[in-house]
């Protein structure tokens, strides 16, 4: 499953106070299976002191993203640079 997938390449070797960027730039649907995914993710990386970035989101999922409360969760950048940006001063 895409939790296990995503875990496996961001999550299980992330440092403590370590930040994962997420992008979003190829996602076409966003719905709330695929926001529980995110939402445990960020549980996981926020239980290692960690933060979870988000960026580029098209205007569809956006949409549905920001109805789904998305952006009181997460801090969500324009683009990939200003995400990657953004870790770096966020890094222990």
């Known amino acids: 499953p895409l939790f296990h997938e995503i875990h496996a390449a961001a999550v299980a070797d992330l440092p403590p106070g370590g930040v994962v960027v997420l992008n979003f730039e190829l996602v076409e649907e966003y719905r709330t299976a695929f926001q529980r995914v995110v939402v445990r993710v960020r549980e996981d990386v926020e239980a290692k002191g960690g933060r979870v970035l988000l960026c580029a989101l098209?205007?569809?999922?956006r949409e549905v993203f920001d109805k789904l409360q998305g952006p009181k969760l997460f801090d969500v950048y324009?683009?990939?640079s200003a995400a990657l940006a953004a870790a770096k001063g966020l890094r222990k």
């Open 58 to 61: 098209p205007a569809f999922p």
């Open 78 to 80: 324009t683009t990939e």
